[in-house]
């Protein structure tokens, strides 16, 4: 699939972060997940949602400072894709990612899911110049398939894996940019973290993919194998701890590091039609209980700006001192067991508990509607 390069006369010169937000399951990783950057970055976070977002989570969202960004569903036809297996049902959201292609107001953006939080400043990810306005940056797919699923594509072993050629620590710009005649696998990214500059024209492109390519029948990662295959040959990958995906920790062992995770990724590791093992399936029964704040200490903002009434834009106060990191994150982090098992990742999970119990004792000081996004938080 070929994709012209974006005419941009008139862009305006801006950047931020989008995630995509389509069910209320969502919402307490979304809130995590900007605890986090808005600690660490000084871009905003832009929220795309469908009509399947529930309004009193869009207005809860709108009373906290997000700017939401309504977008319709995107989704191949049944004829040319029959949907996922129940316990892969929510790529059948996944498609919608793409319109993040659509934000053509903004110069560049990266696109993130909303099961991640930051542990360090990533900013420099938006001053990587990619090699065309054509061109995207994303860290490349592990192919090791440690669960040896039996419906991942059969080269997916180890030995394809890009992940076994890196070594800690990695440098950005480190990895070379596959050549045309390197194997499928080597080809393959994860849609986590996208860099990219949008382009009504690539989106239009993308869209028409959807509807007329045989090849997405096949699609196993929806929006990821769309993205992989519309820009084969013109990705920068990026070093793992962009996009710092769980798993790495229990089948890259000699690669991953606590300490250089700038992005973790909490990817589904054994879903089944009942649980995707997201961290807010269930508390981690290593956690100590967590300890409420002294109530005579006055709640910190929990706003995108820092402002006390949570109403006012980012964009409109950028001046506003950043908040620090949850206390006890960093010392989780420092003392974190190594990992002992490929299917139990409790400790690294403990990492997502510390701030969303940090962001909930906000919500409740704060008299916010809490319990509507608490409802959706396994204990």
């Known amino acids: 699939m070929a994709i012209s ?37 000084s871009y905003p976070l832009l929220v795309m949602t469908t009509p399947s977002l529930p309004g009193t989570h869009s207005s809860l969202l709108r009373s906290l400072g997000f700017k939401l960004i309504r977008v319709s569903h995107l989704s191949p036809s049944s004829s040319q894709h029959p949907g996922f297996d129940p316990q892969f049902s929510r790529l059948n959201e996944a498609w919608t990612k793409l319109q993040v292609f659509g934000l053509v107001e903004y110069d560049k953006v990266i696109l993130i899911d909303s099961d991640m939080i930051f542990l360090k400043d990533m900013d420099k990810l938006f001053d990587l110049e990619l090699p065309g306005r054509d ?18 594509p059969k080269d997916w072993i180890p030995a394809n894996c890009s992940y076994s050629t890196q070594q800690s620590p990695t440098p950005l710009l480190s990895l070379p940019i596959p050549s045309p005649c390197a194997p499928r696998t080597s080809h393959l990214l994860n849609s986590g973290l996208v860099i990219l500059h949008p382009s009504s024209t690539v989106l239009a492109s993308l869209i028409d993919f959807l509807n007329t390519s045989p090849t997405i029948g ?33 089948a890259h062992k000699g690669l991953w590091r606590d300490e250089e995770v700038g992005i973790i990724h909490y990817i589904a590791d054994l879903p089944t039609p009942n649980s995707l093992d997201k961290p807010w399936s269930a508390r981690p029964a290593s956690l100590p209980p967590h300890q409420p704040p002294s109530p005579t200490l006055p709640p910190s903002p929990a706003s ?21 990191l949850p206390h006890g994150l960093l010392d989780a982090i420092r003392n974190t067991p190594p990992q002992r098992s490929l299917t139990n990742y409790d400790e690294i999970h403990a990492w997502w508990w510390i701030v969303y119990e940090d962001l909930l004792d906000d919500l409740k000081a704060r008299g916010v509607d809490w319990e509507s996004v608490d409802k959706w938080v396994t204990r």
């Not at 006369?9 to 997940?33: D, I, M």
């Not at 192919?143 to 699923?149: E, T």
């Open 304 to 324: 995108l700006d820092g402002s006390d009434d949570g109403r006012a834009s980012y964009l409109e106060k950028p001046y506003i001192r950043r908040r620090s």
């Open 218 to 250: 096949h699609a196993k990662f929806a929006d990821q194998d769309v993205i992989a295959e519309a820009f084969k040959g013109r990705w920068r990958p990026l070093p793992w701890w962009c996009n710092a995906l769980k798993t790495l920790r229990g």
């Open 135 to 152: 061109w995207i940056g994303a860290s490349p797919a592990c192919v090791c398939n440690p669960f040896k699923l039996e419906h991942y």
């Open 5 to 41: 390069p974006p005419s941009t006369p008139g862009v305006q010169e801006s950047r931020a972060w989008v995630t995509l937000v389509t069910n209320p399951s969502y919402v307490a990783g979304l809130l995590t997940l900007h605890r986090t950057l808005s600690s660490l970055s």
